[in-house]
């Protein structure tokens, strides 16, 4: 299938300081700045046109609940009249705590249409949390004037932890006291020219979402996105990828909301090109992987988009069944990972089944970017790329490299980069250069420093990199890359240890749905037992002995390796909602382990590399 990309040439000015630029030859579009314009056009343009759709629950589980732009159109007009009658604002901005669903899709709208700011937050800071600190930190720094939760008995525990004085929206009542209003209120307010004229009065730079992200410290900070920031994205990533306004777009998509990946680039790029999103409530776990599948099964999604583990773990479905492994690659025009490297592996065996399925390998895609940036700031958008490539900048924004630490550290200016941390001032200040340039603290490399059209590859955060005791630098994210991909599925993460230390050593996440098939083990296996494993243990052992056969020197050699014996903990820091380690956290919290790794002889529990 022929793919229509954007030209990718970029230029590259070597600056006096030192510093390099990096900028795409082509020029950005103009874009309207009131994203839900984009609704009311595809409301009178494709009227009838699914705009979104979830499985029906209950008794009726396995239909498609769907509604259609104008529908959406309508309902969204309603709530952003209830919610202006309520005095909202972004001194008292909404909050949403539960996960995607059509019922956050029309809150979500409602409120970037009349100008209210809203917070879409993790699930997780509600259901996996014993103290809810974090939720609790977030609550103080927004102060919002109504939550919405879908299911409010769900989440009451919570609610009452956070917010039994604010106004509850639901669609379930909780059973306790709360200044509770049900959904269908809002729906059934009718909109009047005050929508419009709330609407009318949306500037680029005013306030349209605030995502929280953790930050090092595990201590969550709000990230502002302005109504320019979102569509300036949106209109980057549509000229970047021009088959995303062909007229069949249509998603299947589990990404949360909450992250700028599942809610505004999935989500933005459906509603900016009247495309259509299925929402999936599976994810890659061993539990939802099923459920994801079965979502799929009969949709012809145009682009799919996942976590490189997603992928991962779809392939043995698409392996087996010759009848899902058509219907999906049958009207599919790009894979789109991000989030994490893919291993190879994964590249090869995804390329592979697209070629036996529909004679051509299929175009994977995938880019840079952040929170920050809303969230694209770089794309590989060329058939033929390859595992760990970048690509170039987006159209319209500059990309900046500042050597550090021996390093080129991405920096990022332009029309989608946010303003500034919700009410974290210092924070904001810190997180800007001198020109106005974003420091997004990723190290970047050239492809090929003679021609940067060849794009950039990842080189690591540059806070996480440290010293061995010989003055040796170690880049965290290149090695723990090279070691998740030598893994070959056996390692979901890796924390690297060696600060002022002798060695390279590593604290091994095992991926239990890798280690239950591999080796036959019961689904209560929890991680003290897997660390003395000798399956496990046995096959860490080979994973360092292969990449210290590979290693040019101390800074490349893990010599050491453990399986981690405890659970990560969200209250203390350990793991973000989405999954990913805080190795900074695991590193404060856990050093009996890190001491383990260098005792004098190797301890029961650790494997050195042969």
């Not at 609790?136 to 879908?150: E, N």
């Not at 990230?223 to 088959?243: A, D, K, W, Y």
């Not at 420091?439 to 010293?467: H, Q």
Request: contains cysteine; aromatic residues 10%; proline residues 5%.
């Amino acid at each position: 299938m022929e793919i229509n990309t954007t030209d990718s040439t970029v230029t590259k000015e070597v600056r006096a300081d030192g510093s390099i630029l990096i900028r795409s030859t082509v020029a950005l579009q103009p874009t309207a700045h009131r994203l839900t314009g984009y609704l009311a056009h595809w409301a009178k343009a494709r009227p009838e046109k699914v705009f979104v759709a979830q499985r029906s629950m209950g008794e009726t589980y396995g239909k498609w609940d769907s509604l259609t732009y104008s529908e959406v159109f309508k309902r969204v007009r309603n709530i952003s009249q209830a919610l202006l009658s309520r005095n909202l604002s972004s001194e008292h901005p909404v909050v949403v705590l539960s996960g995607n669903s059509i019922e956050h899709a029309l809150v979500g709208l409602a409120c970037l249409h009349v100008g209210i700011p809203f917070s879409p937050l993790a699930p997780a800071y509600s259901l996996r949390s014993a103290d809810f600190d974090k939720l609790r930190h977030i609550f103080r720094l927004l102060t919002p004037g109504l939550v919405f939760v879908k299911d409010a008995v769900q989440y009451e525990k919570a609610l009452a932890g956070v917010a039994s004085d604010i106004e509850i929206v639901s669609l379930t009542p909780p059973k306790g006291n709360f200044n509770y209003t049900s959904f269908d209120e809002l729906l059934k307010t009718p909109a009047k020219q005050s929508v419009d004229e709330a609407h009318l009065a949306i500037e680029g730079h005013s306030i349209a979402k605030i995502l929280f992200t953790s930050g090092s410290t595990g201590l969550s900070k709000g990230v502002i996105n302005t109504h320019e920031n979102l569509t300036t994205n949106l209109q980057q990533i549509t000229q970047t990828f021009p088959f995303f306004r062909d007229e069949d777009l249509e998603l299947v998509d589990w990404l949360p909301w909450n992250h700028t990946f599942g809610g505004n680039h999935n989500f933005g790029i459906t509603l900016f090109n009247g495309g259509t999103l299925y929402i999936d409530d599976g994810n890659p776990t061993p539990e939802g992987i099923s459920r994801t599948v079965d979502n799929l099964a009969g949709r012809k999604p145009t682009t799919y988009f996942n976590v490189p583990k997603g992928f991962e773990m779809l392939l043995p479905f698409l392996r087996s069944d010759a009848k899902f492994r058509q219907e999906f690659f049958s009207n599919l025009k790009m894979l789109f990972y991000a989030g994490a490297g893919m291993a190879q592996h994964v590249w090869d065996a995804l390329e592979s089944l697209s070629l036996e399925t529909t004679g051509n390998k299929i175009m994977i895609g995938t880019g840079l970017g952040c929170t920050e940036s809303c969230p694209s700031a770089l794309f590989a958008s060329k058939p033929g790329g390859y595992s760990g490539l970048l690509g170039v900048p987006v159209p319209g924004m500059d990309l900046k490299l500042v050597r550090r630490q021996g390093k080129l550290e991405a920096r990022y200016k332009g029309k989608n980069i946010f303003p500034g941390y919700w009410r974290q001032p210092e924070l904001t200040a810190q997180s800007f250069d001198d020109e106005g340039f974003y420091c997004t603290g990723d190290a970047l490399l050239f492809v090929d420093e003679s021609d940067p059209t060849k794009g950039m590859l990842f080189n690591g955060r540059i806070a996480e990199d440290f010293k061995l005791s010989t003055g040796t630098w170690v880049s965290v994210g290149v090695i723990k890359a090279q070691l998740i991909a030598e893994g070959n599925g056996l390692i979901q993460d890796a924390v690297i240890t060696g600060h002022d230390r002798a060695f390279v050593g590593a604290i091994i996440f095992p991926d239990p749905y890798y280690c239950r098939n591999k080796f036959l083990l019961g689904p209560d296996v929890g991680p003290a037992k897997l660390s003395m494993h000798a399956g496990v243990l046995g096959e860490l052992q080979a994973i360092l002995t292969r990449m210290a056969k590979k290693s040019t020197g101390s800074s490349t050699l893990i010599k050491r390796g453990t399986i981690a014996n405890f659970s990560l903990s969200l209250d203390k820091g350990e793991i973000t909602d989405k999954g990913s380690i805080n190795q900074q956290a695991i590193l404060q919290n856990h050093p009996d382990i890190v001491e383990r790794i260098y005792r004098q002889s190797v301890e029961p529990g650790v494997v050195e590399a042969e």
